[in-house]
């Protein structure tokens, strides 16, 4: 069943009914018709009460299907709520939600209780009918926010009493809220020992499906590189000119374990990787992601492969979102070292611990194999 009945009434309604009866049987003995049909008339309505609140709220189905939805920071999104109900009408119901505070309600209302928001809504629902409640929040803070509770408070439509019904299964909406992104200094250097896709005016490496124009033909020219068309044109052999391309991946490896839980600052790390993740969307490089919190799989870490583009930027930001200070983590010199076996290393790479002695062999071993920045806490770089 869906929901638990929560009814603390019902005893004192059977009490009612009791007693009405007992002074039914009375005034039928002393031949008082006129209180007998007072009495009649109130054990209806107790009993038409009763009768209510056992069946409001039977056929009351909630749409549970899994949802997550996506906010950037300070953004706007809602819980949509739908309802479909097949018995009894409910009329001045009162919907109670209770949800972990990574977004807030956006018109300020709801009672803040720890990491929980309280928020009481207005419910009222016809027989047959399917309604939907929109509740709009904000993000406020950087993390995943799930309704934790929902109750639903049922009164009597023409009397005293109320009935609450508690939802038993697990709700499967979600908000996740990413990381918010600030300016931070950034560079990359593009190798020219390795093919890609960025433009370079000297590389080794030539892009065959960007041809940018034609020049004289040499011998030592490649048969299969003769613009034909050029050729006829200029009556004379012209040659292919490609643009020239270079590798620029990168690849972040973070820091947030600090003896037997997380660094204390957290969020900032988290936000400045963020925005270093921006950047490179914004400029089209490809970008790795390590962030040494236990996961299952082929890497013990969280880990994002290599990529660009939309949907890789989406993903580096739902990874980074996911994280919270009662993540498992694991030792930074394991997480490097299993890099340095299982992963190619790109042109550029940033280390962000505050823990530089436990990666120094690693940070040797990489000093001489990519372009290697190691970044402290923002304390560290600015103890001023």
């Not at 009768?51 to 189905?61: E, I, P, S, T």
């Not at 709520?81 to 109670?96: A, D, R, S, T, Y």
């Not at 908000?175 to 590389?203: C, D, E, I, M, T």
């Not at 050729?231 to 040659?239: A, E, F, G, I």
């Amino acid at each position: 069943m869906a929901w638990i009945r929560h009814n603390d009434e019902a005893k004192n309604t059977k009490w009612v009914l009791g007693f009405l009866s007992v002074l039914f049987f009375m005034a039928m003995a002393f031949l008082q018709f006129t209180a007998a049909s007072v009495i009649i008339f109130a054990a209806a309505v107790v009993g038409l009460q009763k009768l209510y609140l056992d069946r409001a709220g039977k056929n009351l189905v909630f749409q549970n299907d899994r949802t997550r939805r996506r906010v950037l920071y300070g953004g706007e999104s809602s819980w949509d709520l739908v309802f479909k109900n097949e018995g009894l009408p409910i009329w001045g119901g009162q919907l109670k939600i209770w949800f972990y505070d990574a977004v807030e309600p956006t018109n300020g209302q709801g009672a803040s209780y720890g990491d929980l928001v309280e928020l009481d809504l207005p419910f009222t629902v016809d027989s047959k009918q399917t309604i939907e409640i929109k509740v709009p929040v904000t993000g406020k803070k950087r993390g995943v926010s799930r309704i934790k509770k929902m109750e639903l408070l049922i009164p009597h439509p023409f009397g005293e009493g109320s009935v609450t019904l508690e939802y038993k299964p697990v709700i499967l909406h979600e908000q996740l809220v990413f990381p918010k992104l600030q300016k931070y200094p950034f560079r990359y250097a593009p190798s020219r020992y390795k093919p890609g896709q960025f433009n370079l005016q000297h590389s080794l490496f030539n892009d065959a499906f960007q041809p940018i124009g034609t020049r004289d033909y040499v011998s030592t020219d490649q048969f299969n590189q003769i613009h034909w068309k050029a050729s006829v044109r200029m009556q004379n052999y012209q040659t292919k000119i490609f643009s020239q391309v270079a590798n620029e991946s990168m690849l972040f490896a973070l820091n947030v374990s600090a003896h037997y839980g997380t660094i204390h600052d957290l969020e900032e790390r988290i936000e400045e990787v963020a925005s270093y993740i921006e950047s490179c969307f914004n400029a089209g490089v490809s970008y790795a992601l390590a962030v040494n919190i236990r996961s299952a799989g082929k890497m013990p870490y969280l880990y994002l492969p290599p990529g660009q583009g939309q949907r890789h930027r989406q993903q580096s930001l739902e990874l980074l979102s996911i994280i919270s200070k009662n993540s498992a983590t694991l030792s930074y010199r394991a997480m490097l070292g299993h890099l340095d076996i299982h992963a190619e290393l790109p042109c550029t790479t940033y280390l962000l611990t505050d823990e530089t002695k436990e990666a120094m062999r690693i940070i040797n071993k990489w000093s001489s194999q990519t372009a290697l920045t190691v970044l402290p806490g923002r304390k560290e770089r600015d103890p001023a």
